[in-house]
């Protein structure tokens, strides 16, 4: 075995030249859950002179852990003749590395990390099939807060990761690659900007070493219009770039920004998934942000959880119920009420939050998420599903464990539940002010909100069971629901009315509308989702509308074929899912 040590610190280069993030040395400062890096430089005659030290692959490390699990990490440039290996170890111990290199005195050489125990819980990953964990095998409480990494300066982007840290936060979000910063991602020969990456870098290392998760966008809209990513010769070197240069963080990549307004956004959006699946050695979480939902996208297989940003809570509510991925919802709403809506809204579709920055800038909505954090660390976030045996409100819940409400108008709830003692607590998604209740036991807990005057959330846990079981390892006490879809048309309680005839109009507004052909307790509340997809031109399903009526216009990338499929998904008051499909000729 050749060891690697004496070398390679004998050729960094000064730290006048270094990155002006500068991460923990692998082999001094390794800690489990947080990143550090190798660096390694060669001389001019090392490498032929026809090699791109961007595009060129020069060296690799094997990272081998403890428990023998591996990840291999692909060198990136970093200006001069300098190359970088970022990586974070998953666990504490001892962890040998293994080089292969086009340069020579590189290759075939090995050596050991000394990794500390730490703290951090590590990286992010989907568990419980709707929720999270972290690689130290613990639930992990998403929520995240954007921010536009590049046009805020450091001190003033470093003030606001600590107040997002304090607001309970535990991830943020932001795009890697954007024209609208003062340098631009690639110079004129297209390679790596090593100023825009150096000050990108600056802002990753501080919310890094804060803790958070890193949701990337890789791109947003200002770049996409470039026009880059279009051409697959520029796309996949600079996206193996991102992958090497922040794939050895604690991310999650969320695609390209608002994917539905970018045409032939699917085959861009599946290329480019797929090139992560193949590239990203931790295969960290996989999505695309969006308008209305990446969903439409699942058929293409490279995505595990899903981006859904529409304000009403029917889209997250019925998705839930008809896929099998965790689901982030997007909150654009600024209003506080609105704002809070939303908030808890998707918490009680089972959705975890992500919250824009100009939400953020509204004081009144911080401190509803500071109240939505403290109530959500003391449940069981990571097994709560919807619950629908509840009116007056939206539910979740863990069956005979806890129950959490969300009366978004003031009024009667009323919340069925299994017979046993429980400590049930009114909660002001406002300001957190609680009011307990006496110890209820009981079947059917009716009782009207404290005022009229706002939303509440009623808290129903019992106490003692939830300690108890937090006493032993319990991750996943209860089997997740997987529901049976009812396709049967002479079982489903509607029918659609709108669109009448066997005809919709490409370029005006097309009414939509179901009657309730079986009236009974199940179907008193439904939700709808309408969906139009017109498979010969492969851009996939658009969201037409939301509701059981009101208008839909088809969208311009649907306007290409003779015929759309109209696809409604809904759920009843019970939660059963039901799907009716419905062929249309389309006219201009």
Known sequence: MHYLGRIVWALFLPLSVLS???????????????ACELSFNWSAREIPQSSSPYKDELLNVEFRSPQAKTYLMRAFWDGDQMLRVRFTPTEP????????????????????????????????????????????????????????????????????????????????RGPLLTMNASA???????????????????????????????????????????????????????????????????????????????????????????????????????????????????????????????????????????TQMPEVHVINATDPSAFRHELWDCTTNGEYPSVSYQSLRNEANVRAVAVWSKVMAETRHWELE???????????????????????????????????????????????????????????????????????ILNVPREGLLESMARYYYFESQDPPVQEIETDPTKIPFDIVDPAGDQVFASVANPFKIKITRANRASRMMQFVWWGEVVAGGAGARLLGLGSFGNFTVPPELRTGSTINIRLLAINALGKVYELDKVYRLAP
Request: charge should be negative.
């Open 386 to 456: 919807p619950y629908f045996d509840v009116a007056g409100a939206r539910a979740v819940g863990l069956n005979e464990v806890e129950y959490l409400a969300y009366a978004g108008k003031p009024g009667i709830v009323e919340i069925t539940l299994p017979r046993h003692k429980y400590n049930p607590a009114w909660v002001n998604p406002a300001s957190g002010e609680e009011i307990p209740l006496k110890n209820y036991k009981g079947e059917v807990f009716s009782q009207q909100t404290p005022d009229s005057s706002h939303d509440w």
């Open 184 to 322: 631009k991602p690639l110079d004129a020969d297209d390679v790596p900007n090593l100023a825009y990456f150096a000050a990108l870098d600056d802002r990753i290392l501080a919310a890094e070493s804060r803790g958070f998760t890193l949701d990337l966008l890789l791109a947003d809209e200002s770049f996409v219009k470039s026009g880059i990513l279009d051409d697959w010769q520029k796309r996949n070197p600079l996206l193996q770039y991102l992958i090497s240069r922040y794939g050895g963080l604690n991310v999650s990549w969320q695609g390209i920004e608002h994917f539905e307004d970018t045409p032939g956004s699917r085959a861009l959006l599946r290329d480019m998934g797929s090139f992560l699946q193949k590239n990203d050695s931790y295969q960290h979480p996989r999505s695309t942000d969006a308008r209305a939902s990446s969903s439409p996208l699942i058929p293409d297989g490279w995505m595990n959880f899903l981006i859904e940003a529409s304000p009403d809570p029917q889209l997250g509510a019925v998705e839930h119920q008809f």
């Open 93 to 172: 111990g001892s962890w040998t590395y293994h080089l292969t290199s086009s340069i020579h005195r590189y290759d075939n050489q090995e050596s050991t990390i000394a990794v500390a125990a730490s703290d951090a819980p590590g990286i992010v990953a989907v568990a419980n099939l709707r929720h999270w964990r972290t690689s130290n095998k613990k639930p992990h409480l998403w929520l995240s807060a954007a921010a536009p990494f590049l046009e805020i300066d450091q001190a003033t982007f470093e003030t606001w990761l600590d107040a997002r840290k304090h607001d309970g936060f535990t991830h943020v």
């Open 20 to 34: 002006a993030a500068s991460f923990p040395s692998c082999t001094q400062s390794a800690r489990s859950g947080y």
